[in-house]
């Protein structure tokens, strides 16, 4: 084992990797401005939904989360130059990390591996060749790597691709209707909408990619498949960038397949001018024991999180507890209607809220079809008539739809959930029972 984690192999791959990483990580962050997802999810706003426990994180006002992306673009690009690497990846880490947490309209498990991936290019020497900092300072040049660097990045993709793969296993996706559901949203696309309305594509999109997701890092480790599982995952990817127009992720995803390639092959192709390394080292590192017990347990950590919902009752498809940081991408459709009724305790009035005096489009949807939002907001009418110096009562009526089955009661009538706590380790007993196991009409 020592000798599989510390032994020093060529560090092409990671070098190649941190351009193309700081090239995507620039461009989320100022496409993000670009395209008007910053002032759609942080600027329209009056309220934002933050991860709960995250409240105290909120966005700047004014324009100040335009100079914050901004900010964020810069470290991308200095990540990608090689300029003062450890401080920028480190700040663009925690910069993406608070607007992760900030806000959750826009959740995506991609924007949650990111997170995980910044963090460890954190801690790997990405910087000791083609970069600013070996301009700076020469010493730190070096052709190789211990082995670990690669492994931990290949290993966090086999977790992320297999319970990818293992989530789809259920009936709405096996049946191909949640693809169906998805790919009816595309039907205005140019050229393609129509053909993406075929039964038979539901079909083979629904099990090709479950068993990509299961197959493709084995595929990719094995030296006689990796071309074709190779040429497999620029075709997925592309699909999808095009398809669901998933921001980065497509990208990120090809460019972290150069670790399963041979790294000589890798300095052949992209740094033709860089020596060979050749020599046999193998580390033996000061802090090698914390290194590996915090490994263990970060590792532990990423297997444990996505089987939480297990241990919940009721289905996480209609519950969402355990949904969140547990790789379940596009796996569901959800819709719902709701009314929210406020009774001041004092005095007995009651009235409906007009929820388009609050939120934006977006958070409409949201609110009416995921418990945890509803809790948020009844916490927020809670929280805006205690200011007014009145003590309020909120019962909302909702009704959801999940992969086009008919709507049913999702929220308990009866609970008062300006009084609720929020648990986000047990089941929350103001959410009905389900009842997905019967077969959609």
């Known amino acids: 084992m020592n000798r599989f984690l510390f032994r020093h192999i060529d560090n092409s791959a990671l070098i190649v990797f941190r351009v193309i990483f700081g090239i995507l990580i620039f461009c989320e962050a100022i496409g993000a401005i670009l395209l008007g997802w910053v002032k759609a999810t942080m600027v329209d706003p009056q309220f934002t939904f933050s991860f709960i426990g995250f409240e105290w994180l909120q966005p700047l006002p004014g324009f100040g989360m335009y100079i914050y992306y901004v900010i964020m673009g810069v470290f991308g690009l200095f990540v990608m130059l090689g300029y003062r690497y450890r401080l920028s990846i480190i700040m663009y880490t925690l910069m993406w990390t608070?607007?992760?947490?900030?806000?959750?309209?826009?959740?995506?498990?991609?924007?949650?591996?990111?997170?995980?991936?910044?963090?460890?290019?954190?801690?790997?020497?990405?910087?000791?060749?083609?970069?600013?900092?070996?301009?700076?300072?020469?010493?730190?040049?070096?052709?190789?790597?211990?082995?670990?660097?690669?492994?931990?990045?290949?290993?966090?993709?086999?977790?992320?691709?297999?319970?990818?793969?293992?989530?789809?296993?259920?009936?709405?996706?096996?049946?191909?209707?949640?693809?169906?559901?998805?790919?009816?949203?595309?039907?205005?696309?140019?050229?393609?909408?129509?053909?993406?309305?075929?039964?038979?594509?539901?079909?083979?999109?629904?099990?090709?990619?479950?068993?990509?997701?299961?197959?493709?890092?084995?595929?990719?480790?094995?030296?006689?498949?990796?071309?074709?599982?190779?040429?497999?995952?620029?075709?997925?990817?592309?699909?999808?960038?095009?398809?669901?127009?998933?921001?980065?992720?497509?990208?990120?995803?090809?460019?972290?397949?150069?670790?399963?390639?041979?790294?000589?092959?890798?300095?052949?192709?992209?740094?033709?001018?860089?020596?060979?390394?050749?020599?046999?080292?193998?580390?033996?590192?000061?802090?090698?024991?914390?290194?590996?017990?915090?490994?263990?347990?970060?590792?532990?950590?990423?297997?444990?999180?996505?089987?939480?919902?297990?241990?919940?009752?009721?289905?996480?498809?209609?519950?969402?507890?355990?949904?969140?940081?547990?790789?379940?991408?596009?796996?569901?459709?959800?819709?719902?209607l709701a009314r929210f009724k406020v009774i001041d305790k004092a005095t007995q009035e009651q009235f409906m809220i007009n929820l388009d005096d609050y939120l934006t489009q977006k958070q409409k949807r949201l609110v009416s079809s995921r418990p945890d939002f509803i809790w948020q907001f009844a916490q927020l009418l809670k929280k805006e008539f205690k200011d007014q110096g009145q003590d309020i009562a909120v019962y909302v009526k909702c009704q959801v739809s999940v992969n086009g089955r008919p709507y049913r009661q999702l929220i308990d009538p009866e609970i008062d959930l300006a009084s609720v706590k929020w648990n986000a380790f047990r089941h929350s007993d103001w959410i009905l029972p389900s009842d997905l196991e019967r077969k959609k009409p």
């Not at 559901?181 to 079909?203: E, M, P, R, V």
């Not at 497999?232 to 090809?254: D, E, K, R, T, W």
């Not at 150069?258 to 802090?287: C, G, M, Q, T, W």
Request: proline share 5%.
């Open 98 to 336: 608070a607007t992760y947490f900030m806000q959750k309209s826009s959740y995506n498990n991609h924007y949650y591996l990111l997170i995980l991936l910044c963090g460890m290019m954190a801690l790997l020497p990405a910087n000791r060749w083609l970069s600013f900092d070996v301009r700076r300072k020469p010493e730190i040049r070096s052709l190789s790597m211990p082995n670990w660097c690669a492994w931990i990045i290949i290993f966090q993709m086999w977790i992320v691709y297999t319970y990818a793969s293992v989530a789809k296993m259920y009936p709405d996706w096996l049946d191909g209707s949640v693809i169906k559901l998805l790919f009816l949203a595309k039907k205005h696309y140019f050229l393609i909408g129509d053909f993406l309305q075929q039964q038979w594509l539901h079909y083979f999109i629904a099990y090709s990619g479950l068993l990509f997701d299961l197959l493709v890092i084995p595929l990719l480790l094995i030296r006689r498949t990796r071309k074709w599982a190779f040429i497999a995952s620029i075709f997925f990817h592309l699909f999808n960038s095009f398809v669901f127009q998933v921001g980065i992720f497509p990208y990120m995803s090809l460019g972290l397949c150069l670790f399963f390639f041979e790294p000589e092959y890798i300095r052949s192709l992209f740094l033709k001018k860089k020596p060979v390394f050749d020599k046999e080292i193998i580390d033996d590192p000061k802090f090698k024991k914390i290194g590996l017990i915090s490994a263990s347990v970060y590792f532990i950590i990423q297997i444990g999180l996505p089987l939480r919902h297990w241990f919940i009752p009721d289905n996480v498809l209609w519950t969402e507890e355990g949904h969140k940081l547990s790789w379940r991408m596009m796996l569901r459709s959800r819709s719902g």
